[in-house]
């Protein structure tokens, strides 16, 4: 609020000038790693972002006691396997991962019974350290077809048994 001329007022209590900064020049998107479109890139190993990708680990835990695990295998690596393939389903539709994500993608690679036995020696050497290794985590996600990904857990059941058709060769 300005002050009356007729008020007395200290010099330090005064109105300062305020400092004027230059207009910033020019800016372009020239750097090595700046995006040159609105549309993020795609192709292997960039994954698919997609919002509250936290829950789908929670969701994806809660399968842990209905694996059907062979010897060498492990829940760990089984669980972010297959989050990472329900949330790429959830990425794909545009919206944070629901359980039915994480039940296609555990019926998918046969964590959830009744998979063949070639579908469970492929699984794992898939998995096989999952949990720990960037490399094999994307492997498991890209091998899946985004056909598959847009089916419903039951219909992914039933193709099961033809089950080389629900992945990339």
Do not use: N
């Amino acid at each position: 609020m300005t002050q009356p001329d007729y008020v007395p007022i200290a010099t330090a209590d005064g109105v300062r000038p305020s400092e004027r900064l230059p207009v910033p020049a020019g800016w372009r998107a020239d750097r090595p790693a700046d995006e040159s479109a609105p549309v993020p890139p795609t192709g292997p190993r960039f994954g698919r972002p997609g919002p509250d990708l936290g829950y789908g680990l929670k969701l994806a835990k809660r399968f842990t006691d209905r694996l059907e695990l062979t010897d060498g295998e492990h829940a760990e690596d089984a669980i972010i396997g297959c989050f990472l393939v329900g949330t790429r389903r959830a990425g794909l539709f545009g919206r944070a991962p629901v359980i039915h994500d994480m039940e296609l993608a555990f019926t998918l690679w046969g964590f959830l019974g009744d998979a063949p036995p070639d579908l469970m020696a492929h699984r794992r050497t898939m998995f096989l350290g999952a949990a720990h290794h960037y490399d094999e985590q994307r492997a498991i996600v890209d091998k899946v077809k985004e056909d598959t990904l847009r089916l419903t857990p039951a219909e992914v059941r039933a193709r099961l048994e033809d089950w080389p058709g629900l992945f990339e060769s």
